[in-house]
């Protein structure tokens, strides 16, 4: 549980959109084999929140243009840094090495599950572990950006451009998604 809320933190956001039909239609990325991302698409910058049902607090998630920061309530807890991928060894045991890279990430692949294109971020020396999946979808006019992990890829949470709409949608769930029961 530790790690993957850990991997939650420190794995990076970035995208493809789809319509409110679950349509793909290509997004920045999309032109770009994923390990060649240098930077996250102009879509997902700026600030997404959502409501952490565990912690019963509101969260954000603030993306510039190579940079993830998240916060727990108001307390910044991590952040991370977008690389373009460059074959390396993740078994390193350098500690030059794994300081310099810890917070580093990258966008490993995309997959397609139900017609929704999924971004996966891994952790620069990530060795296991399915890494995070990212989508932005626009559902009765709202962005939002859905947070998946796992095997299944399960929705960890939808966020929102405003704090309002993240409690207010905070249990909102969307067709063709797949949620943990």
Do not use: C
């Amino acid at each position: 549980m530790k790690l993957k809320h850990t991997l939650l933190i420190v794995t990076a956001l970035i995208t493809l959109g789809t319509s409110s039909a679950i349509t793909p239609q290509p997004a920045a990325a999309t032109t770009v084999k994923a390990k060649k991302i240098k930077s996250y698409p102009k879509n997902m910058r700026g600030t997404w929140y959502y409501y952490d049902t565990y912690t019963k607090k509101l969260d954000k998630e603030v993306f510039t243009k190579k940079t993830a920061k998240f916060y727990v309530g108001k307390k910044k807890v991590g952040y991370t840094k977008l690389h373009a991928y460059v074959k390396h060894d993740p078994d390193t045991n350098d500690k030059a090495i794994l300081k310099k890279t810890a917070r580093w990430v990258y966008a490993d692949d995309t997959t397609t599950v139900n017609g929704i294109i999924w971004l996966n971020i891994r952790g620069w020396n990530q060795g296991m572990g399915d890494g995070e999946y990212y989508n932005v979808a626009t559902f009765d006019d709202n962005e939002v950006l859905t947070s998946a992990s796992g095997a299944k890829i399960w929705v960890d949470h939808h966020a929102y451009r405003t704090p309002e709409l993240a409690k207010a949608l905070k249990n909102k769930h969307y067709q063709y998604f797949s949620y943990q029961k």
